[in-house]
């Protein structure tokens, strides 16, 4: 176990990515709740002694509670001013929403009512009763205890579990990502975006995570939890909506997203929340992005000093300049085929294929041969599996900061969502095009075209870094041979 404070400065490796992005927050002064962290040592001596924790641990964790308690100003297990927690995983390597979760922990009739007093809100008290009794049974699989201790140590155990859930797994083994690491678990004082009308969540990316432009890009829900924009289950308010509810909030957020940024010279994904008028952020991470936003912000980050030729390099692989240089559709035949649903772009690309609505079928057919688009009322990490083996993912509700919208982009599998109830679905059985540049769905097979990569202005400068940095004034090797001996000279060092 170990305190999350200013002056931290403890591996990634040993405190997971969510507490060491705490830790690196609070040293630069930004505003993050109080929490501790029990390490992925934890995780692995749990598993090696047959899913059972540490004799030492329960003490530890109570002493942690008790500062935390101290930090907060509120009293875990006590009906005066009651102190709830979240517990989250994070391994050292970020794995979007693949391990679980669990929020509002430590509710109990006495609480809630204790809430409702407190705040004068009793709606309030009973919607975060009944958010932590759904998640805690969902994730945990049982019924909460009434005792908030039996509640944590529950959590903790399912948290641990969760490194080796199907979903997990399968991420990883996508990922190219050893099973051999293991993920800490952060324990977190709550800050309530369902407060009151002051409230709120959200996503932010301090680049578009889509086209890369050099503009912050992010959704935000009123009156809401973290769990109800990242699950993709709430279609949640553009940024600008938050700029024009509570700007001074929204200006704060811009100052703190930048100074992440220039300190982590990346691009930074970063989920935070309003309670009250009050801003605290909660993770702040390198974000997953597209192909296209990769290429635009690695020499963009060149251009403004940021990160050498080299490091730019680093951040742009083969995979990426193949995405790039996929087909696109022909302008006519879209013109002449009217889309049949149609949301908003999570990840850009073309894809042909069968719809389907089931993760597991999707894996099937694949497995066959088959060209899919896995279909889903709402996108859902569960179905990671399912959205690897499919050619595109479509959703009828989500945003696109959700957590399988940015496991898509990852992936670079073109993804739609937020589509509307009964659209997508409904199209079960039926061969589809799915434009996710324009966030369109049309039935069928319609015609693409290559695209120049000489109109490319990022692709013809990271050829002539690529070209310079090998020696090779070869015009016969193109672009994806000198990324991918790049590559393979990186990885014989």
């Avoid at 009763?129 to 155990?157: S, Y």
Wanted: proline share 6%; with cysteine.
């Amino acid at each position: 176990m170990q305190p999350l404070h200013v002056h931290g400065d403890l591996p990634r490796e040993l405190i997971g990515g969510k507490a060491w992005s705490i830790q690196r927050m609070l040293s630069l002064g930004i505003p993050v709740p109080p929490a501790f962290v029990l390490t992925t040592d934890v995780c692995r001596e749990y598993h090696r002694a047959g899913r059972n924790l540490p004799v030492e641990l329960d003490a530890e964790v109570r002493s942690a509670m008790a500062e935390l308690e101290r930090r907060s100003g509120r009293a875990f297990r006590q009906a005066t001013k009651p102190l709830l927690v979240s517990v989250r995983s994070g391994a050292a390597i970020s794995m979007p929403g693949m391990m679980d979760t669990v929020l509002n922990l430590g509710m109990t009739p006495a609480v809630e009512a204790a809430l409702a007093e407190e705040t004068k809100d009793a709606g309030y008290a009973a919607d975060t009763h009944h958010r932590f009794r759904e998640q805690f049974e969902k994730v945990v699989g049982t019924t909460p205890p009434d005792d908030p201790w039996a509640q944590l140590d529950l959590a903790i155990r399912a948290v641990l579990d969760s490194w080796h859930s199907k979903r997990a797994v399968t991420y990883r083994q996508s990922r190219g990502i050893s099973d051999e690491g293991a993920t800490a678990v952060t324990i977190q004082a709550m800050v309530f975006g369902n407060l009151d009308d002051q409230s709120g969540t959200g996503v932010l990316f301090t680049q578009n995570p889509l086209t890369g432009a050099a503009e912050p890009y992010g959704e935000w829900l009123p009156r809401g939890q973290g769990e109800d924009v990242v699950s993709g289950r709430a279609d949640a308010l553009h940024l600008a909506d938050l700029a024009e509810q509570m700007p001074a909030v929204h200006r704060e957020l811009l100052a703190a997203a930048a100074t992440l940024e220039r300190d982590g010279r990346d691009v930074q994904d970063i989920e935070f929340t309003v309670q009250s008028g009050t801003l605290w952020l909660l993770q702040a991470r390198p974000a997953k992005r597209t192909p296209r936003a990769a290429l635009r912000c690695a020499t963009r980050f060149q251009r403004n000093g940021l990160i050498s030729i080299a490091e730019a390099l680093d951040r742009i692989t083969a995979d990426h300049v193949r995405a790039l240089l996929r087909p696109q559709l022909d302008p006519g035949a879209v013109a002449e085929s009217p889309p049949v649903a149609a949301g908003k772009s999570a990840c850009p690309g073309i894809a042909t294929g069968v719809v389907v609505t089931d993760a597991d079928e999707a894996e099937q057919l694949s497995d066959e041969g088959h060209q899919v688009v896995l279909a889903r009322p709402t996108t859902d990490p569960d179905d990671v599996a399912g959205m690897a083996a499919s050619v595109a993912v479509v959703s009828e509700i989500g945003g696109s900061t959700s957590h399988a919208a940015v496991v898509c982009r990852e992936m670079a599998v073109p993804c739609v969502v937020g589509c509307g109830v009964d659209t997508v679905t409904a199209l079960a059985g039926q061969v589809v095009t799915v434009d996710a540049d324009a966030g369109t769905v049309h039935l069928g097979e319609l015609p693409v075209r290559s695209p120049d990569p000489k109109n490319d202005e990022d692709l013809n400068l990271v050829e002539r870094w690529l070209r310079d940095e090998l020696g090779e004034p070869d015009p016969a090797v193109d672009l994806v041979s000198l990324v991918t001996r790049r590559q393979d000279q990186d990885g014989a060092r």
